[in-house]
């Protein structure tokens, strides 16, 4: 297998290798190592079953998204653990127009993006002594009325959104969403400066039982973490929304698409490795599943290896449905 030059990769050592199972490969699998903890958390969990389970070795390649998809394309990377199917990128599409990879199975496929409130805004918190503080509040339609009960400290009489980092594709979107709502005089466009200020800045607010509005997504630990209720929006129409990433000042807004995430492999490697491509196929996690193996890594400063090792002990009735029982065996072993 060719390696893209320049790039770097972690390998595990031999010794991981399970001693009584044979792998149907005899080269390590190499996975995309991509740049955020939930594709992470998917290779560690992957990677540690593929090797105790199946008698292989694994590789990871660590980068960004465009490089390590147009990288699986050219065969140096065999297993994508999430692609993100109704927002993914032309170096994928091109690579599987020619043939070269395909999509195998669904990780999961209840992705979800939108404008969020603490639940405790709408339904209170008991055990917390809150009590609610919009009991009608269901959909952007009901914002023009919270403005007091979202104050912006900096500009008062007006409420705060908190939107995603400039630069980010989202924030173009959420801008053009807040003026197709006619909520741009309402709200201030709060942009923090990282993504790492939007989740510290939702996080005090659930922290300090404090009302908030904000943009999130997920699976992530700020959804595993915080219960947080999505606003109702239009229902999802494809053409307004590529016009809020295009157009200028849209007159139309539409809730965010829920996005199917599956699991990409290059067509070498499926034809070389039909047992693992099983496995590959049966895995299936969830929005809440990933999201909560996610707090876990925050809440206890863990590392995705980490997280991995926690699901596969407390989740055996998850991962033992995607392999045979002589490889779940192995496993559990290995535990």
């Not at 009960?149 to 995603?164: A, I, V």
């Not at 295009?246 to 809730?255: G, H, L, R, S, V």
């Not at 290896?305 to 449905?321: E, I, N, R």
Request: proline content about 6%.
């Amino acid at each position: 297998m060719l390696m893209a030059a320049g790039l770097a990769f972690t390998q595990i050592p031999s010794s991981a290798q399970a001693q009584d199972a044979t792998c149907e490969i005899d080269r390590p699998v190499m996975f995309a190592g991509l740049n955020y903890d939930s594709a992470l958390f998917h290779n560690a969990v992957a990677r540690f079953i593929i090797e105790k389970g199946y008698g292989c070795q694994t590789d990871a390649l660590p980068g960004d998204v465009i490089p390590l998809l147009t990288g699986t394309g050219k065969g140096d990377i065999d297993v994508v653990m999430e692609i993100w199917r109704d927002n993914v990128a032309e170096a994928w599409t091109k690579a599987e127009e020619a043939g070269n990879v395909s999509q195998i199975g669904v990780n999961f496929d209840d992705a979800v993006e939108g404008w969020f409130v603490p639940s405790y805004v709408i339904e209170g918190d008991a055990d917390r002594g809150i009590e609610p503080m919009a009991p009608d509040l269901k959909s952007v339609d009901d914002l023009a009325k919270y403005t007091e009960l979202f104050e912006d400290p900096e500009e008062p009489g007006k409420g705060r959104f908190y939107n995603c980092p400039s630069g980010w594709v989202c924030e173009k979107v959420n801008s053009a969403k807040l003026g197709a709502y006619g909520l741009d005089g309402d709200f201030t466009n709060f942009r923090p400066g990282t993504g790492a200020a939007l989740s510290a800045a939702i996080a005090s607010a659930h922290k300090r039982g404090k009302p908030a509005l904000y943009y999130y997504w997920g699976p992530t630990w700020v959804m595993g973490l915080y219960d947080s209720t999505r606003l109702e929006e239009p229902a999802y129409d494809k053409a307004i929304f590529d016009a809020l990433k295009t157009e200028e000042n849209p007159t139309k807004a539409t809730a965010y698409p829920q996005s199917t995430i599956t699991i990409g492999v290059n067509n070498d490697f499926k034809a070389a490795a039909p047992t693992l491509i099983t496995f590959l196929t049966n895995y299936e996690t969830s929005n809440a599943l990933v999201s909560e193996m996610l707090a876990y890594m925050q809440e206890n400063n863990e590392k995705p290896d980490g997280a991995a090792m926690h699901f596969l002990k407390s989740k055996p009735d998850v991962w033992k449905a995607w392999v045979p029982g002589d490889v779940a065996a192995r496993v559990e072993n290995a535990l």
